[in-house]
């Protein structure tokens, strides 16, 4: 059974960078044909996606998609050789705040099929 | 940029059919899925590519979509359906979610 699990400071102050890592478990995720995502929810809000990576069946390498909204401030690592992704969200404000949640996304057009249990960020000084 | 329009809250009694719906422009021509969010909890995938259950969803969970119009429909709806329920699609390499409707059993 695949399981994600995201980790990272609860608490990081404006203008700084958060940094979450997503562990994933009973699954590569260099496996061609899967998209590896970050999706948040501010408090008492709805979900906003913030981007994937996804790997493709008919190319080595990797392809990352992004929320135009986010895209001058979001970078996504990969590290395979630990099974796990990252969100680097710079410049944060208060907007910021919210629950992050790592997903696994799958078919074309992809949905997330399974999902991490959230890490609640919150911006503050 | 694309957008998707759901009622913020929606009512049904226990064992009557809830009808859910999700509005964007063309909506048909993509793929639409559908999460449940309980309180505290992760989004659950219930429904994608339109129609389609995962395993382990029941049957009373139904999707379609045509037109500008999805709708997710759970016949014989149960307190425990009660939950934040989200449509998703892509437009232009871009998931956008619906704003979630908040289905109330009573």
């Known amino acids: 059974q695949l399981q994600l699990q995201e980790s990272g400071p609860g608490l990081v102050k404006p203008s700084e960078t958060l940094s979450l890592t997503c562990s994933v478990s009973?699954?590569?995720?260099?496996?061609?044909?899967?998209?590896w995502g970050w999706i948040r929810q501010p408090p008492g809000k709805g979900l906003e996606w913030i981007g994937c990576v996804y790997y493709s069946w008919d190319y080595y390498g990797e392809t990352i998609y992004y929320n135009p909204s986010l895209k001058s401030r979001v970078t996504m690592p990969v590290d395979t050789s630990k099974n796990q992704f990252s969100l680097k969200l710079s410049s944060l404000t208060a907007a910021d705040t919210a629950v992050y949640y790592c997903?696994?996304?799958?078919?074309?057009?992809?949905?997330?099929?399974?999902w991490g249990q959230g890490s609640l960020v919150t911006v503050s000084s | 940029s694309y957008e998707l329009s759901q009622a913020p809250s929606v009512s049904v009694s226990p064992g009557q059919t809830a009808s859910i719906t999700c509005s964007g422009d063309k909506l048909g021509d993509k793929d639409v899925c559908w999460y449940q969010q309980k309180p505290g909890q992760s989004p659950v995938l219930v429904i994608y590519k339109d129609t389609k259950r995962p395993s382990g969803i029941p049957e009373r969970f139904s999707g379609s979509n045509s037109g500008n119009k999805a709708t997710l429909t759970i016949t014989g709806t149960q307190t425990m359906d009660e939950a934040d329920y989200y449509c998703q699609a892509w437009d232009s390499a871009t998931a956008i979610f619906g704003g979630g409707t908040k289905l109330t059993v009573l």
């Open positions: 009973g699954g590569s995720i260099s496996s061609s044909g899967y998209y």
């Open positions: 997903a696994r996304g799958f078919g074309s057009p992809a949905y997330f099929d399974y």
